[in-house]
């Protein structure tokens, strides 16, 4: 895999924080992958103090946030722990849904395995759903979550009966353009491949008080294979 140049990923930097537009397919810290990079890898490399304030799924894109100095860690940090900041994705799931400020208020236990599942036994968790555009047989969704537990958006959009998109442990099936286009032909000896090639999850928006106490808020676009698969909804 070929990893992106930090700097081109950057949406937004002060003396203080960087946000980047995290592609799919990169972890936040070490996993267990041998020999692969990761954005704290890719983050230090353009500034050596940089530490991550939260972090995001590997196949999740979008908006992660660096402090470079460990006061503006530690502030950010507090705003995550009050839930003070500001979290919007962006997510594509199976079935029509109509929801406004739908919330999810459901537990959640994450296993030694890395599984998230629903338990009275689990942490509070909280997410609202609205829905932002309607497909033949798929839903835009807007989630916001409030709690920031394991695989919360992914599981609680499950339970509401809308699997996200390609997200295969949670009940999600990839979408392929013959699910969509009638009289689809695929050449012989092709296989088709799905339009997305991850789960369709995206971190579209993020706001926090910066340390001078002004507040800012970043969107990250679409990248590609999401801006690809709304295309392909919205034109069958």
Known sequence: MKYPVFKDLIIFENEDYVVVNKPPFVSTLEDRTPNATNMLKLARQYSPDMQACHRLDKDTSGCLVFAKNPEAYRHLAMQFEHRQVYKIYHAVV???????????????????????????????AETYFTTIENFSRHTLLECSPVTGRLHQIRVHAAFLGAPIVADELYGGEPVYLSNLKRGFNLKDGTEEQPLIKRFALH?????????????????????KDFAVLVKQLRQY
Do not use: C
């Open 203 to 223: 971190s579209f928006n993020i706001g926090f008080m910066l340390l001078n106490g002004e507040p800012v808020k970043i969107e990250a676009p679409y990248p």
């Open 94 to 124: 199976w079935g029509q849904h109509k929801l406004e400020d739908e919330l999810v208020s459901r537990s959640i236990l994450a296993s030694a395995k890395g599984v998230a599942k629903l338990t009275p036994k689990g942490k509070p």
